[in-house]
DNA sequence: ACTGGTAGATAGTAACGCTAAATAGCGAGA
DNA sequence: TCTCGCTATTTAGCGTTACTATCTACCAGT
């Protein structure tokens, strides 16, 4: 994979970090790693931070400073009643962005 | 819907046309009234214009004009071998990150 | 002192879709 | 004739986003 999924994820990975957010709590190393777990090896440390900030000054997530005893405090981040609203609406759009491209790749190969 | 198809389209619409001028040459008006009828209500004509021009400067696509009788020529788009290639490539790229995005959403809304 | 793992911040860049406006050809109606 | 509306394409400027690269900071082990 190229820069298509580079593109691609404009848009969905501030949702897909949201969606990992609402199911538990995280501050931004260990949802760098998770992403990783889950096959996106290639995204950046310095992307994830970024959205981070983007989506606290939208006011989707509560923030906590926890004192780590390996490093720096962390920030953790968790989904607010405002974070969740966006983040159904995000699910909604995904949705029939995803049924739309099946159709067309269902005509473009048919059985 | 509101931004979030926006940012969400980035990536895929190059995807979406590609695999509307794969089942049938088109040109940049209709592939415009094709992708209304199929629900991407609030695509602007120059956004697909512009992308018609990007993906024949990469060589995606074969173009011919055709005059029309109802208003200036047409050019006609068409995909050539190396435009089903990034085509090919585009759905195997979507799929993995359908594939991480329905495993997500499963794990946010249990059953 | 140095390396490596943990943890976060940020400036600059490129790509993409959107807005808005312009140009152009043609037919129908006032 | 003039204007309106539909067809058809082009382009400049804008905002948002992810990436690159680099920096700071803390601690443990060698």
Do not use: C
Request: glycine share 10%; charged share 25%; hydrophobic share 40%.
């Amino acid at each position: 994979m190229g820069k298509q999924i580079t593109e691609m994820l404009k848009g969905t990975l501030e949702g897909i970090v949201l969606a990992i957010v609402a199911s538990q709590p995280a501050y931004g190393y260990e949802i760098t790693a998770r992403l990783r777990e889950q096959g996106f090896a290639d995204i950046a440390e310095g992307t994830i931070y970024a959205l981070l900030v983007r989506i606290e000054q939208r006011g989707f997530v509560d923030v906590q400073k926890v004192p780590s005893e390996k490093g720096p405090p962390r920030k953790v981040y968790s989904l607010n009643a405002q974070g969740r609203d966006y983040l159904d609406e995000f699910w909604r759009t995904w949705s029939f962005l995803a049924d739309r491209l099946e159709q067309l790749h269902d005509e473009g190969t048919p059985s």
